[in-house]
């Protein structure tokens, strides 16, 4: 038994954040019971493949939150004082913050080692 998990990103789950994300809950052994993966409507449709299955992404505004149990975003400030709110009606999204938390450290981590820094000139 997992959790469901809804994740989106700055671009939404098909860009970097989005990739990262998928390979550190694989690499966590996280227990995913059921994913939804949120982008912008020019994404939905489009499959993500991940352990094994193929995951469809859904448009963002068109979102239900309301039967996940966990939430992962990391996206502008501007689309998260939007989309917060309802992503917190989740049932135990304060529950979980803790765990959101610490992906999202680890997610930022991975991502700042894949992407190499501007070297100013």
């Not at 981590?109 to 000139?121: C, E, G, T, Y």
Request: hydrophobic share 45%; net charge positive; charged share 25%.
């Amino acid at each position: 038994m997992g959790f469901a998990i809804g994740i989106t990103g700055a671009t939404g789950v098909t860009g970097v954040t989005g990739e990262v994300t998928l390979r550190v809950l694989q690499e966590r052994a996280f227990p995913v019971g059921e994913l939804r993966l949120f982008a912008s409507r020019r994404s939905a449709g489009r499959t993500i493949r991940w352990k094994g299955r193929d995951h469809p992404v859904e448009a963002l505004e068109d979102a239900r939150f309301a039967s996940l149990d966990l939430v992962i975003s990391a996206t502008s400030a501007a689309i998260a004082r939007e989309w917060a709110p309802r992503m917190v009606g989740a049932p135990r999204a304060a529950k979980f913050y803790q765990v959101e938390r610490q992906l999202n450290r680890i997610i930022r981590a991975k991502i700042a080692s894949l992407v190499p820094l501007a070297k100013p000139k």
